[in-house]
């Protein structure tokens, strides 16, 4: 089906009347019945993707961005602003942006200034217009540019050569790397940002936690090396390969996303995550975000979630994401919701609609909703409550 | 102390008289029944303080009337101090000290304070205009010039001139809640009249590509959202300054001065005329965007006749009805009054695809400025009362105040706000640097060129070189640069006598310049200007961490290797610090481009270096990392290559610290 560019598709509806296959297994019934509804985890079985179909470049989508009613998509070939479900502007470097794949992007919500991080550098969108900052012509440590985050006046810059830090009142530059502060390895990756603290999360070399007022800086690593095995399941970071990082001023814990697994740290104990004793979709984990008791793992089979509390996972992906064949994807749309119990147990709902991709790089929030980047497009989950109770509640009936 | 008498052609009532029209009944009234009254605490005398042996001039620059019209509110910068006058006596009835250089003010909305930002401080003074006395100070940022209130006098919104940012600040709390980036150099701020925008307008040009027109800007702040929302690129021009909304019905635009330089063509076509040229942007409303933003529509026309210029355009007003526009020429001492319905007939005819047709148009003036009114010597800011009928404009060089009649438009009377009498050699010789009158058809004045008490204008020019695109040279600030010479990028100007001189008349002003003793008086103001206060250094005077570092790397004499630096290509060489980091020498760092006539330029003296961009003889370099990434390849400007990057950003941060 051919769909006029601003129009996203919606992948699934205008073919199939809102057709739900529930195969419900006793393990969701069980979970439906022993929970109130507003503790339930979310199940998000509409989704709407923006793919080149929409007005999106084509490429992957690296990096979203919630801000109010507008959504920054980082992809491949470009900047990309979505404001209330339609693409808005797809802005490139014939536009002014400093590199054509954006990695990451930052709101500052005391001025509306967006920061964007590029492989050709570091880029200020502000009022229509770019402002950018590069190893050559400022003191940025390296144009390839992963991360950025902004605290108060200053603005954290991940980069394959360091930490950079740009006062934004006085324009000066501040680098951190292995000369002046614990880094294993300078290439890094994400930032969280807190209000005493910034996280870094490095490629090879951990968690580096910066302390604003003392001015220091703290390194978490795997206590086994980079060995690829866990001796002891909590005994801390799961692995040094950090790909994003994540703070939930909730429950006070940061959480570290590895390519060897998930990792949680409350100040006091960690809480590790593997396939093999968790609902986690896979190992390999690109980005993490959390709120609340909920933590998201993007993988490259599914966007997974954790309740924290309960221990409950829920994975979202494509039906067919074994199938990398795109243009196979494109015409089925459905998606598989995989529940899986503290004990183990696994129960699947089939939803009409799915994610664009189950190779997942990064999400993000808006209210209920969620925002998901993928390797074929970017995914909006929308959030159907009443849907979600009727699941439940269906679930209860049946038992 | 030497001090010369006014023998210029100075025709203004100095004795703070009356208006003439006044009856005596109405003087008895006001002195006798007390209507008039002086500020209780502050002091209204006439202040002859003096500062290091020279007499305090006051040199007022900024104006504000009270909501009712009835206090004129003048800011003196040399002085810092805070005037108000009595608009009905014309006397000064109270003066209150503020911070260092105040430059800028604000009344709130109720009428019951003003904020001065005072520049050199970096501060906002709150001063309650009952007891005129300042109630508390307020931080700012960098360089604070333009300031206003939001419409409802919650917020203060303070232009950051050498910070490029505006300061908000929450006056429940006096504490600044956020800075905004606008652009380089920000100067002037208005408030728009339906209270939804802040403008804030800049005096240089965007730092971009050197052998491009520059472009100025002009940033849009949301005053509900509180963030930037518009950054209007205002082409071809530099120094925007103050900001005039035309009332709705008269236009509904904004005017703002500014200088239209030809920058790029040999200077020697000045005396062709056309060369730098003075008008106003004409920046109105165009309807929205489909997110409904306002969009603005950019246009410029030209202030100057086709044989005579106005030069160096400072303060914009418009009369409450719209029907006159007031536009200051600080070099020609001239306000311009402008028929905006006569202006409007003439935007019309633009068309909508060639918002620049008047730009280079001299014969658009007489189309709409109907009086060209002599002021006081250098006519900065200027304010209309609230009831149309006056306008009042500080002249900065000799501590006046004109008052237009506005029904008239002719200068009815002149304010003496009470400065020196005498002239110092200095205080001459300021008089001259703000005079185009010496230049063939007004053209410039040394401030033209030299804005902001004589800082740089940020542009690259070509000077003696008739050929196109040769012996482009980046323009050179006069703060501190006494001790210095030689003066040119090529040192060929032994001392400042030769520069003002012989070689400003044949060279710059294309006539007969300034006589012998007009250049010494010129060289003596020139010599005391001052850089401001560094910004990058802390207030205990110490290093910090990074710029310890950097210190360290500007003296070192190997290189990271341990290899030896031979003498010569080390920093502190060229830049010897006992000399303000200056050789005072020509030499050849391997930057001399392809259409130079030379390879060794002057060694430039580095203090105040923060604020200088862009960099070398041609401007090519936009940020002093460039100086280093980009054009020092062979190592001919320093041995720079093995450094790394925190060791550039640390030789950048003590850099910026001199």
Redesign the interface.
Known sequence: MLVSPSQPSLQGTMRTPLRLCILWSAGLLILATTRVAAQNPPLYTKWINYTKASGFPAGEVFCVTVDGNRVWAGTEHGLVLLENGRVKKVLTPADGIAGRAVMSVAVDKRTGDVWVGTFGGLSRYSAGQFKNYTNLSSGLANDLVYGVAVQGKYVWVATAAGVSRLNTDTGDWSIFNEQNAPFNEPWSYAFAVSQKKVYVGLWGGGVLVYDIAHHYWRPYTDPDGSMEIVLYRNQGLIHDIVSGIAYNPETKMFWASTYFGLSGYDGRNWHNYLTKDSGLASNFINAVKSRGNDVWACTDKGLSYLDYKTNIWVTYRPDNWRDLDSARLEKNGRGEIVITKPDGKKSKVETPTSLAHNYILNMDFQGKDIWVATAQGLSHGISQPQKEEQLYESARNRR | MKMRSKTRDLKVNRGGTLPSCMPLFALLLVTGFGLHRSLGVASTGPDQSSEGGSPRYLSPVALKLSPHGKRLYVVCEDSDLVLAVDTYTHRVIGRVKVGHKPEGIVVSPDGRTLYVSNEWSGTVSEIDTDSFQVRRTLQA?WGPVGITTGRTGKMLYVVNTL???VSLIDLSTGQE?????AGHFPEYVALSRDGKRVYVSNLLARVERYDQPPVSQL??IDTR?Q?????IAVPGVIQLRHITEVPARAGGYLLIPFLRPKNLNPLIQLQQGWYLTHGMAVIRPSGSSR?GQQKFQVMEVLLDDIDHYYADGFGAASTPDGRWALVTASGANIVSIIDTAKLNRLLRRVPPEEPEALADRLDSARQFVVRRLRTGRNPTGVVVSPDGRSAYIANRMDDTVSVVDMNQLKIASTIDLGGPKGISAARFGAQLFFDASYCYEGQLACATCHPHGGFEDGLVWSLETPQLGRDVVENRTLLGIAGTSPFKWNGMNPNLATQDGPRAARYIFRSEGFNSMEVKDLETFIRSLRLPPN??VTPNGHLTG?QARGRAIFFRTTTNAGSLIPPQERCYYCHAPLTHYTSRVQMNVGTAAQYDNIKKFDVPQLEGVYMRAPYLHNGKA??L??IW??FNPKDQHGITSDMN??Q??DL??FL?TL
């Open positions: 940022g910070g490029n940012n809640v956020k800075r905004l980036d940033t849009v959202r963030v930037v929302t518009q950054r997110e910004p990058h990074g936009l940020t990392e460039e990434t980009k990057k925190v550039l950003n950048i941060e910026k």
